[in-house]
């Protein structure tokens, strides 16, 4: 059983930096494309990156292009979100997801507010 397991989340100010993890079991995951995502309250959800197994390449939403990098670690299983410069609009709960799976984690909550 495919399981997704987000950690890292939680209440920063404006301008500071958090580092998303998400850690993969019963999967091969070094063999399939990662994604992010975001959704806020009241919004819908959001893209906010994704990568290709051996990281050959990534995309980024615009609304986070220059700010957040998706990387990830084959050897232990777990693809990392990091965060910088984050504004109070980046709040939201964030999810990684197995897209040729679709599956999905639970979920993080990410609030940045003063």
């Known amino acids: 059983q495919v399981q997704l397991v987000e950690s890292g989340g939680g209440l920063v100010q404006p301008g500071e930096s958090l580092r998303l993890s998400c850690e993969a079991s019963?999967?091969?995951?070094?063999?399939?494309?990662m994604r992010w995502h975001r959704q806020a309250p009241g919004k819908e959800r959001e893209l906010v990156a994704v990568?290709?197994?051996?990281?050959?390449?990534?995309h980024y939403g615009d609304s986070v292009k220059g700010s957040f990098t998706i990387s990830r670690d084959d050897a232990i299983n777990t693809l990392y979100l990091l965060m910088n410069n984050l504004k109070p609009e980046d709040t939201a709960v964030y999810y990684c997801?197995?897209?040729?799976?679709?599956?999905w984690g639970q979920g993080t909550q990410v609030t940045v507010s003063s």
């Open positions: 997801e197995v897209p040729t799976l679709s599956t």
């Open positions: 990568i290709t197994p051996t990281s050959d390449s990534t």
């Open positions: 019963g999967v091969a995951f070094s063999m399939f494309t």
